[in-house]
């Protein structure tokens, strides 16, 4: 499957799944048992990570003691967390992502739990399609070096931490100025993102097939800064100056790098994308409509 293809249909026999699961979930047994059943009458291989080996069980082979296997999908049982959580596993096995919800809004999410063995007999019958989704790159430079990279599927936030202060940030595209502003902090959002952490933020809502990139502050002292929307092609960096305090950089919510004053953080389309299993038939927008119960009175 070609990189940035949309809703293409996988010409492949699904035989050998990647599992990761939210540790915490307290009804494992009642899955696990369901995905022994699968893996005993049809032929299925399952594989995991030796981080997820303790509370997986042994049916669930680890991949890393595994030669040449090839996964054809990556069943992530959680909620939109775990799928962040998982997103490293999915781009080293180039493997598809399908999201089965056991959490509260799920919006990563394609099925619920109870739909696991008629989505596995879709997925055997090759009725399924894949989206292909942008992902950020976010890079520290520091006194002229860069020092931190790595990837983001929602968002890369920089936040000033507990420290009741605003930062100033620094906002440029391209090398060119775009604004200037004392805030909380600072969003960069994937179309994905957009219905996360941006949009809490006053940020627009984007179809998850774009790529483009929206910035939003948080809490900005000057009203007139707004969320704005800018290319995937372009190159855009935070300046963060005088940091007396705490300040960080998030990716997907997880605490990734403090930062220091006049740090620059570089934010760009990343080159790899990240690919989800969508087996119904509903739009983006039918989505919007239930999980975020939009325009209902």
Not at 175 to 203: K, M, Q
Not at 273 to 278: A, H, L, N, R, T
Request: proline residues 4%; positive net charge; aromatic residues 8%.
């Amino acid at each position: 499957m070609k990189s940035g293809q949309q809703s293409s249909l996988m010409e492949v026999i699904m035989k050998n799944f990647g599992i990761f699961f939210n540790p915490k979930y307290a009804h494992k047994k009642t899955i696990f048992d369901s995905l022994k059943n699968l893996y005993e009458n049809m032929d299925f291989k399952y594989f995991k990570l030796s981080e997820q080996n303790e509370f997986l069980p042994d049916f669930i082979k680890p991949i890393e003691t595994t030669e040449k296997v090839k996964l054809d999908c990556i069943l992530v049982f959680g909620g939109d967390g775990t799928i962040l959580r998982a997103l490293h596993f999915a781009l080293k096995s180039s493997a598809p992502i399908l999201g089965i919800n056991l959490g509260k809004l799920g919006f990563l999410s394609e099925i619920k739990v109870s739909e696991l063995e008629k989505s596995i007999e879709d997925l055997k019958k090759n009725k399924f399609k894949v989206q292909s989704r942008m992902l950020l790159k976010a890079s520290i430079k520091r006194k002229g070096k860069m020092i931190f990279s790595s990837l983001a599927l929602n968002d890369a936030v920089v936040y000033k931490g507990q420290v009741p202060k605003l930062i100033d940030i620094r906002v440029c595209s391209n090398r060119r100025f775009v604004v200037e502003t004392r805030c909380d902090g600072i969003i960069a959002a994937t179309p994905t993102g957009s219905t996360a952490y941006s949009l809490s933020a006053g940020g627009p809502i984007l179809s998850p097939v774009m790529d483009a990139i929206v910035i939003a502050p948080l809490s900005p002292h000057i009203l007139s800064v707004r969320p704005m929307v800018f290319s995937s092609k372009d190159v855009l960096s935070f300046k963060v100056k005088e940091i007396p305090y705490e300040t960080i950089l998030q990716l997907d919510g997880q605490n990734t790098h403090a930062l220091q004053t006049n740090d620059e953080i570089i934010i760009t389309a990343a080159h790899q994308k990240v690919d989800f299993i969508k087996l119904s038939n509903k739009t983006f927008y039918q989505v919007l409509r239930k999980k975020l119960h939009m325009g209902k009175r």
